[in-house]
Every structure is written in C-alpha cells, then in structure tokens.
C-alpha cells in the first residue's frame, strides 16, 4: 500500500516568538490528527509590529495585528492564519471562517516585577492595555501608569525600569518561562480580556475542505465560552482596545460570563455575571446591563 499523499497546509502567522510557538501548536495539534498533514508557516511581517514606537489605538485599533496576515489567505498565499483570539476584531472578514479553536491555554493575566500585594499607591506600572490599566488603578489608586507595547521579549526586558508590567500568562507558558510571572492574577481580581488564552485558526469560507480537517482540532467548550466573549466585544461595538473585558467559562452546561467596564483611572469599577446555557445571549445581557442600567457606555464615550 502507497503512504496517503501529504496534505500541505500553508498557515500565516506573525514572526513573533510567541506567534510561531502558536502556530507550531497548531501543526502539531493537526498532526495528532493526521500525521500525513504537513504545516507550513508562511511568515507575515505586520506594520503593528514593524512600529513599536505607536501606540496601538492610533494605527487603527487592534486589529491591525491580524488583518495583514488574514491578507495572505484572503490571496492565496496561505491557507489557514493563526491568530490569538483576542487579537481578532469581533467582527470576521466576510470571506472567512473561524475554522478551529483550539482548546484554550490560560486566559489570567500575571504581573510580572512584584506581586499585587507589593503594589503600593507610588507604584509604577507599565501596560499598554486600558483595561489591565483600569483594574490595578481601581485594586490600588493612586498608582502611575505608562505606556509599554512590543513583543513579550521587548516588554519583558524594560519591566525592570518599572514596578511591575502587565502579561498574558498564557505567553508566559508558551515562551517557556513561567517562573517571570510574580504572580498569576485570578480572574475575580482582573477580568481577563476577550479570547485570552485561545487561538483562533481561520480558513477561506470556500475552502471546505480545509475548514473540514481543522474541524478535527475545534476544541467545542473553547468555542462555547470564545463565541460568548465575543459576543461581549460586539455588543460593545469596540474592536480598540477599551477599558472592557469579558471572561466565561462553562460547567454543567451552562456558560458564566463575566463582565466588566471601568474607567482608566479606575474612579468606576462596574462588573456583571450573568449565566445561561446560551452563552451569547448571557454575554449580550452583561453588556446591555454594564452599558445601559449601569451608565457604563458614558465611560466608554469619555475616554
Ligand atoms: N496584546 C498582544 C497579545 N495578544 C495575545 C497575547 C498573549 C497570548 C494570548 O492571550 O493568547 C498578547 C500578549 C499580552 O497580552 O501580554
């Protein structure tokens, strides 16, 4: 018997340490499934990454980290793109599909210099995200804050000019370094952000029988508690970065969202849970509640 042809699969990704390790997982995911699949990155050098200097709000929100590598599926160059979920605006591409979400890593957030406890209100603290911002400015007033972006590498070499920086700890554990974090925030001290932890592998909506062999590597309660999340973001109508973020998880079928929107100063901390088996219409309701019944959408219009 002839071994099966090898099915090449040409998945875009960023360059990025942590963005190869990702896509690696998802290769090696594949070939637990299938080891006749080969993967093959196709590197993708974004503007985002190319400008460390800019501040992310200003080269159009956050979704220029995925759309110059969803490009190179959109013309061919790739067939699949890998992505952190939370990189990916609420809204998809319309000629694309959210073929596979693995199953989900961490979704915490780790301070990486000191623990909460050692945070004192002169702290400094580095983080360029609104909403990690809002919820240490609200755990600790009075604390100062300046801007950090780059990879994890750069940020992870100027935390020491500061008292603590802010990090995914999934990026932690995916560099291999766990033991930088100084502590692992629990996510009733810091709501994590939409899809952290997960990945989300796209594939071309005419292209079924890619979506078809990434099918095999969907993860069913990942995409449960992601596609509520989301659900969140879009309510919000932000695909910046706000000072927003939305965690659920799900147990005996039904999802838990939740929920938070504060002010960057964090002056106003409003957090809401809501559960139902319908995980989007759980995070939809959080929403509504935060924007409407609890004046949250005046915080996000005086940013
Ligand atoms: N903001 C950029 C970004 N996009 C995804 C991750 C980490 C990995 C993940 O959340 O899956 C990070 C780094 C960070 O937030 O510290």
Known sequence: MRPAEPLLIRAATRGSPLALWQTHHVAALLRAVDPSIE?????????????????????????????????????????????S??????????????????????????LVGCTLADLRPESHVATGSQRRQAQLAHLR???????????????????????????????????GIPERASEVLDVDVMIPQVG????????????????DVLASIDHGPSRRVLEAERAFLAELGGDCDLPAGAHATVSDDVVRVDAMIGSIDGMVL????????????????????LLDDRGGAGLLDDR
């Open 39 to 83: 993967v093959e990155p196709v590197v993708v050098t974004t503007t985002a990454d190319r400008r460390q200097d800019v501040p992310i709000a200003e080269m159009g929100g956050k979704g220029v980290f995925v759309k110059e590598v969803q490009a190179a599926v959109l013309d061919g160059r790739a067939d699949i793109a890998v992505h």
């Open 85 to 110: 979920a939370k990189d990916l605006p609420s809204a998809t591409h319309p000629d694309l599909v959210i073929s596979a979400i693995p199953e989900r890593g961490d979704p915490r957030d780790a």
């Open 141 to 175: 007033p009075g604390m100062r804050f300046s801007h950090l972006r780059g990879s994890i590498a750069t940020r992870l070499d100027k935390a020491a000019g500061f008292d603590a920086i802010v990090v995914a700890n999934a990026a932690l554990d995916r560099l």
């Open 196 to 211: 952290q932890g997960a990945l989300a592998v796209e594939s071309r909506l005419d292209a079924v029988d890619v979506s």
């Open 270 to 289: 409003l957090r809401e849970r809501v559960e139902a088996r319908d995980g989007v219409a759980a995070a939809r309701s959080a929403a509504r509640r």
